[in-house]
């Protein structure tokens, strides 16, 4: 008995190692829970509760941790400017935004309140650019005449 849990265990770990490099190569597409479960070779359902035991939290939390992570780095040693990068990691939230299958109502919020990010930035940076710049061309006039 004890022979065949430990079988079992190997070959559920197997497949958890299979769905978590298949992860870490397609994290700029969806992955949908179906699509993930397809590469275990189990049901969603199964999929989820053997996933969330063995790696220790849900599907959607690792995805969403590593995809904000590899932001993270892109910001720490990349060049690229900020607004960019926050571009990019929004725009991978767009397939959530988007998404019809079960789940949507959980995942279609979360993506809102992201791409929304994403224009509070845009915002800031109007803010900060534009509207001094607007102000020094055309606030100056009113001094001058006083």
Known sequence: MSSSRSTTE????????????????????????EDLAAVACFSPYHFHRVFRGMVGESVKQHVRRLRLERAAQHLKVSERPVLMTALVASLSFLP????????????R??????????????CTLLTLLVLPAIYARF???AKESA
């Open 109 to 122: 919020p979360l993506a809102t309140v992201v791409i929304g990010g994403l224009c509070t930035c845009t």
């Open 139 to 141: 606030g100056g006039h």
């Open 96 to 107: 959530m935004a988007m998404a019809t299958s079960a789940g949507a109502e959980v995942q």
């Open 10 to 33: 190997m070959d559920y770990s197997e497949r958890v190692m299979r769905v978590l490099n298949f992860i870490q190569k397609n994290l700029d597409r969806p992955l949908p829970l």
